[in-house]
């Protein structure tokens, strides 16, 4: 350790004075996605004069009946009048809800804020930026590092994920060591060679003083360790080695290490590799640079190249196993895509079945393959999926090196926050060291204790295509409207100067099923409005006040004849 580490590691070991550290969840505590950790920390306790690190940067995917909308945001509200107190953003990992948020937020809080991510991650945040037309200040870090900003002094600590370099950060401050515990597990076989830095853990438990582990605890309903990377290969292996047709596999497009698996067994089994959809194309192409996969020319086959080869000479790599409408399974399965399944392909989903807002579109696609007479397989009792996150040993062990005095889960809802309380108590901790907060409140930390008296109001910030901005509850009610009953639009050409209809209505509906089956309702509908037309209408013709009333009447007559309650757009067009 030279001179000056020690000189700063001093520095940081004098007894807390009146200091303070704030920490919010900017995507709110008690949820999986949308990651966004805000350190807050006062000298003196003065929070007018506060510093600020942030930790990760994600998305959220939105709730299944927010229709249309695609992401969903941290609010970064509370930020607005600190900007110039933010230090740096540091990220754990590459998944999305860990770094997805980052072209949106930057531009926001200020271009200028520098990045710290590991190797993995600063590629995939850089490719992200370059297609949204930024620049960020990127500072990659790796085992070795330290961060130094100020009043804080980080670590970064490798352990295991879905996803390689992924870490956690012990964030030292006069008040003590802050542990954030992102997405992990401990993989003790792990295929890249790479294990969790359990020295470093290790030290820092000894040589710290842990005041609070925020953990990951989505796995913790889970006993046992989490099983390793390296336990599906024989299951997985044999699903493509028995596949008679064409082989599918999709899993998350960032975890390249299943990727990789799947091109090694795929391989050895005489099938070359086709890569379909942008999102595992662009992750394969980055783990190819950076070394994590290696493919030569001849094992890859461009799609318009497919049809020199037989099916068992095909292994397809496809992303969008969470049934994310515009992705290319989704594509394949609406009969959208130039790849077809048929009868005696198999499609082997190797990915989670639960991510918030995407259960139900993965059970659709699964149903709609094997109507398709696909043969599908996905994860079952751990036989071709792992997970990338801790079960309860992986967290009695973390928890027994670091020995914390409080303990704050993260990245997990209610039930896995619940099941990571109970392993805590057979852990022989009291409940009085576990911090639950509501999804809004501020955890406090000064000398020796906390508290959870504040709060700050967050709002959900809703994505919408590639616009940025937040969904108003009007766009939302709409949409549900029209996936529910659809939309009934009627055309009127009008001559405002004879206030009178110049053709007859040219009713159109999309999603309101009635129009072929009920003619009759149709005709009568039409006789209506021209009725109501007549009784509208004045001189000066008020075209509004007229659009208005043939909506109203609409709606009551659609509703009386149907009991449903399509969206009405009366259109009236003046000649
Ligand atoms: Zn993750």
């Given at each position: 350790m030279n001179a000056n580490i020690q000189n700063i590691q001093k520095q940081f070991t004098q007894p807390g004075t009146n200091d303070a550290l704030k920490i919010i969840s900017l995507g709110s505590f008690?949820?999986?996605?949308q990651n966004m950790f805000v350190y807050e920390f006062a000298p003196q306790g003065n929070f007018s004069k506060s510093q600020i690190i942030i930790v990760d940067c994600g998305v959220g995917f939105p709730e299944?009946?927010?229709?249309?909308?695609d992401l969903q945001i941290p609010d970064t509200t509370y930020l607005e009048d600190k900007k110039d107190r933010i230090q740096a953003i540091i990220i754990t990992h590459g998944h999305e809800d860990h770094i997805g948020a980052i072209r949106f937020v930057l531009p926001i809080l200020g271009q200028n804020i520098p990045i710290y991510a590991p190797k993995l991650a600063t590629a995939f945040i850089q490719e992200r930026l370059i297609e949204a037309g930024q620049k960020a200040r990127i500072n990659t870090y790796d085992r070795s590092s330290i961060i130094k900003l100020d009043n804080f002094y980080i670590k970064p600590v490798a352990v295991n994920h879905s996803i390689p370099d992924t870490f956690h950060l012990s964030i030292k401050t006069s008040l003590g060591v802050f542990y954030h515990g992102s997405d992990f597990k401990f993989d003790f076989f792990p295929i890249d060679g790479k294990h969790a830095d359990y020295e470093a853990i290790s030290r820092i438990g000894n040589d710290?003083?842990?005041?609070c582990l925020l953990s990951d605890?989505?796995?913790?309903?889970?006993?046992g360790f989490s099983p390793?990377?390296?336990?599906?290969a024989q299951n997985f292996e044999y699903e493509i080695k028995t596949g008679k047709g064409r082989v599918f596999v999709t899993s998350i497009s960032s975890n390249i290490l299943r990727w990789k698996q799947a091109i090694e067994y795929g391989k050895r089994n005489g099938r070359k590799v086709v890569v379909v959809g942008f999102s595992v194309d662009k992750a394969i192409k980055i783990a190819q640079e950076l070394g994590y996969i290696k493919l030569n020319k001849e094992d890859i086959v461009p799609i318009e190249r497919?049809?020199?080869?037989?099916?068992?000479?095909l292994i397809f790599l496809v992303a969008g196993f969470a049934g994310q409408p515009t992705s290319a399974l989704s594509k394949i399965v609406m009969g959208k895509h130039r790849i077809k399944i048929s009868k005696g392909d198999k499609v082997i989903f190797?990915?989670?079945?639960?991510?918030p807002g995407t259960t139900s579109g993965i059970y659709k696609m699964i149903d709609n393959l094997a109507k398709m007479g696909a043969e599908v397989t996905y994860g079952?009792?751990?036989?071709i999926h792992v997970s990338g996150h801790g079960y309860q040993k992986d967290h009695a062990l973390l928890i027994s090196l670091l020995r914390p005095k409080y303990i704050l889960p993260i990245g997990g809802n209610y039930r896995h926050i619940k099941a990571y309380q109970l392993m805590c108590q057979q852990l022989g901790?009291?409940?009085?060291?576990f911090i639950l907060p509501e999804p809004d409140e501020v955890v406090t930390f000064r000398h020796n204790r906390f508290d959870t008296n504040s709060k700050i109001s967050l709002r959900k910030v809703l994505i919408d295509g590639f616009g940025i901005g937040d969904v108003g509850a009007t766009v939302l009610r709409d949409r549900r409207t029209l996936a529910e009953d659809g939309m009934f639009s009627v055309v009127l050409l009008v001559d405002t100067a004879q206030g009178k209809l110049i053709k007859e209505p040219v009713l159109l509906s999309r999603?309101?099923?009635?129009a072929k089956e009920n003619q009759e309702l149709l005709n009568l509908l039409k006789s209506e409005i021209m009725e109501k037309f007549r009784e509208y209408v004045?001189?000066?013709?008020?075209v509004e006040f007229v659009r208005q009333k043939i909506q109203g009447h609409l709606e009551e007559s659609i509703f009386k004849h149907t009991g449903r309650q399509p969206m009405i757009l009366p259109l009236l067009i003046e000649v």
């Open positions: 008690g949820e999986v996605t299944e009946d927010e229709f249309g909308v710290e003083n842990v005041v605890c989505l796995g913790s309903d889970h006993e390793s990377e390296a336990s599906i497919i049809k020199n080869f037989r099916d068992n000479q190797s990915s989670p079945d639960y991510i079952k009792d751990e036989a901790r009291s409940d009085d060291q999603g309101f099923v009635f004045g001189k000066p013709m008020n």
